[in-house]
């Protein structure tokens, strides 16, 4: 089992940058892959971006690539989210989300989920 706390949000002008984290408990936290997600208010929760579980290998939504960048320090039991250049749209609460490690068959089946931080773009 994974417990997820995320970090970092805030309200930020257009253009502003943050560094979100997600902080995890449990010590096969490097086992397991992480995704960042986010939903607005009155849309549903979209993909953002992922990071395998040796980090080796990232994935990023159109709407936020070349902006956006996720790693992980594994050391820390943490995963970070980049956000910069930022827009209104980008206005969300932000989730991450752990797969479920050793015990599952593949990567990216996410199964445990932070409560949200909030960043909020104004223009």
């Known amino acids: 089992q994974v417990q997820l706390v995320e970090s970092g949000g805030g309200l930020v002008q257009a253009g502003g940058s943050l560094r979100l984290s997600c902080a995890a408990s449990g010590r096969t936290f490097s086992s397991h892959a992480i995704g960042w997600f986010r939903q607005a208010p009155g849309t549903e929760r979209e993909f953002v971006a992922r990071i395998s579980r040796s980090g080796g290998s990232t994935v990023y939504a159109d709407s936020v690539k070349g902006r956006f960048s996720i790693s992980r320090d594994n050391a820390k039991n943490t995963v970070y989210l980049q956000v910069n250049s930022l827009k209104p749209e980008d206005t969300a609460v932000y989730y991450c989300?752990?797969?479920?490690?050793?015990?599952?068959?593949?990567?990216?089946?996410?199964?445990?989920w932070g409560q949200g931080t909030q960043v909020t773009v104004s223009s």
């Open positions: 989300a752990a797969d479920r490690g050793p015990l599952g068959r593949m990567e990216y089946e996410f199964v445990y």
